[in-house]
C-alpha cells in the first residue's frame, strides 16, 4: 500500500511540475514549441525575472525573460530567431 502511495505522489508531483521528462510542446497551437530554457535576447535562464514572456511570432512560440527584451525583440527579430534554429 506504501508502495501505491508513493507512486501515486510521484506521478502527481510530475504533472505539477511539467512532466518528467515529457518532450517540449507549444503554448500556443499551431505554432513550433520554443526549444531553448534561456531568452534568446539576454540570454538569461526563463523564469528567473519571472514568467517569461510567451508570444507567437510568425509560425514560432517565443519566450523572453522580460518586457524589456520584447522591445529589442520587436526591433529586429531575425537577428534572435537565428538563436532559435541555428542558422
Known sequence: MKLLR???LVGAACVLWGG????KTSSIAG???????V???SGEKLGVM???VVFAYKDQEIKLCCKKCRKDFDADPAKY???LTGK
Open 6 to 8: 508513493m507512486i501515486a
Open 81 to 83: 530567431l537565428t538563436k
Open 50 to 52: 519571472g514568467e517569461p
Open 31 to 37: 505554432t513550433k514549441a520554443y526549444p531553448l530554457d
Open 39 to 41: 531568452c534568446p535576447v
Open 20 to 23: 518528467c521528462d515529457s518532450p
